[in-house]
């Protein structure tokens, strides 16, 4: 891995970067279980189980699977082109909308929304907008998981680590907590799940 110094990458940049690497969830090294025990313990919260929303689906449809098995009826956003083309083949019946999350207007409202390893993506200075948009797209006692940066600051990077350069972004941990509390939510688990790495997931459900 080669961190460097901070530079401006849009998500559509992010997303030409992922076209190029779809074939890593193609793999048999690839862990399909990867989120899924997370998922389920944000799933136990929840009350209603109608539309749900995946941001940044990817192209295995593992997350959206389980929710579909749970009772939901999910949908799925990427950024990707390629990654919103294979999921899409691989499950035509299925919405999904390629678009980016900082200025995609969502019209619909759901019940449970992922953004698992995706978010961390956007502009630093689009985080709070991101996080105010998904939570207001939740219907009341809704839940959100998502994972991010479990850093003490504010703070961006780009490192090589996937192959293509990228972009990662983080409000930090309290940063998050007080934008969420600020818009109506509840903390339900917090958690360091790959200490001692950063990689850290928040399940919230809106309460009004």
Request: glycine share 8%; net charge negative.
């Amino acid at each position: 891995m080669v961190a460097l110094m901070v530079k401006s990458m849009t998500p559509e940049q992010t997303g030409k970067n992922y076209d190029t690497i779809t074939h890593l969830w193609s793999d048999d090294r690839f862990n399909m279980k990867n989120g899924i025990e997370q998922h389920q313990r944000a799933i136990a919260f929840v009350k209603s189980r109608g539309k749900a929303l995946d941001v940044g689906c990817g192209r295995t449809g593992r997350v959206m699977d389980l929710l579909a098995s749970e009772g939901f009826t999910p949908e799925g956003l990427d950024i990707s082109e390629q990654m919103i083309t294979l999921a899409r083949s691989r499950n035509p019946e299925r919405v999904f909308y390629h678009e980016n999350i900082c200025s995609y207007q969502l019209s619909e409202k759901y019940d449970f929304i992922s953004a698992w390893d995706s978010i961390w993506h956007i502009p630093l200075d689009e985080q709070v907008n991101v996080i105010t948009k998904l939570v207001g797209a939740l219907n009341e006692n809704g839940v959100l998981i998502f994972s991010f940066g479990g850093v003490n600051e504010p703070g961006d990077h780009t490192d090589d680590t996937m192959g293509p350069m990228m972009y990662y972004s983080s409000l930090g941990t309290n940063g998050f907590i007080q934008v969420l509390l600020n818009h109506g939510c509840t903390i339900k688990h917090l958690e360091f799940d790959q200490y001692p790495e950063f990689h850290t997931y928040m399940v919230v459900q809106k309460i009004i």
